[in-house]
T-cell receptor, first 111, second 113 residues
Framework: TQLLEQSPQFLSIQEGENLTVYCNSS?????LQWYRQEPGEGPVLLVT?????EVKKLKRLTFQFGDARKDSSLHITAAQTGDTGLYLC???????????FGKGTKLTVNP | SAVISQKPSRDICQRGTSLTIQCQVD?????MFWYRQQPGQSLTLIAT?????????ESGFVIDKFPISRPNLTFSTLTVSNMSPEDSSIYLC??????????FGPGTRLLVL
């Protein structure tokens, strides 16, 4: 059973479009991280959210942590070709430093 | 953040041999982790590398197959032993210095023939 369900698994859009990636669970997380990974590289941390209902913005990226700390979303406005990559959500459960990863969303932004 | 390097970046190995992957962090960290990732897929945790004690392995991974060392707070190694083609994968190390935030190395791409 996948603890963190991430959707969609694949997303192909045109430059300038908006998109949202979802990360859902029935479990509560003390924090949730979003990473982006490009081919041949390791995952790069985008943001950490820790408070239920928290919203963080990173330029065109908006991250939200659900009120109950069971889900999160990543919204990208006016996508650019440089946004192409594998987006991974990962949750930490209280008392453990281990992360549980979602299956990832492979985003392709076409020119 | 932490800067993490891994060596080698990639290797092609013959079945039955072993490969040791090194992970170096630019500053002292509390926790280090080793993951495996199939291309285009998500990450699977192999083990937590504990400084001064044996690594803690996840279900499905055993010390005989993936021995891990953590001699100090900035360095760890993962050995993939008696390799088979099924071990072909990307191996990633990560470090945790601020509680629950992990930073990743660039990965080691392993192909076993």
């Amino acid at each position: 059973t996948q603890l963190l369900e991430q959707s969609p698994q694949f997303l192909s859009i045109q430059e300038g479009e908006n998109l949202t990636v979802y990360c859902n669970s029935s479990s509560v997380f003390s924090s949730l991280q979003w990473y982006r990974q490009e081919p041949g590289e390791g995952p790069v941390l985008l943001v950490t959210v820790v408070t239920g209902g928290e919203v963080k913005k990173l330029k065109r990226l908006t991250f939200q942590f659900g009120d109950a700390r069971k889900d999160s979303s990543l919204h990208i406005t006016a996508a650019q070709t440089g946004d192409t990559g594998l987006y991974l959500c990962a949750g930490a459960q209280g008392g453990s430093e281990k992360l549980v990863f979602g299956k990832g969303t492979k985003l392709t932004v076409n020119p | 953040s932490a800067v993490i390097s891994q060596k080698p970046s990639r290797d092609i190995c013959q079945r039955g041999t072993s490969l040791t992957i090194q992970c170096q962090v630019d500053s002292q960290v509390t926790m280090m982790f080793w993951y495996r990732q199939q291309p285009g897929q998500s990450l699977t945790l192999i083990a937590t590398a504990n400084q001064g004690s044996e690594a803690t392995y996840e279900s499905g991974f055993v010390i005989d197959k993936f021995p891990i060392s953590r001699p100090n707070l900035t360095f760890s190694t993962l050995t993939v032993s008696n390799m088979s083609p099924e071990d072909s994968s990307i191996y990633l190390c990560s470090a945790d210095r601020q509680g629950e935030t992990q930073y990743f190395g660039p990965g080691t791409r392993l192909l076993v023939l």
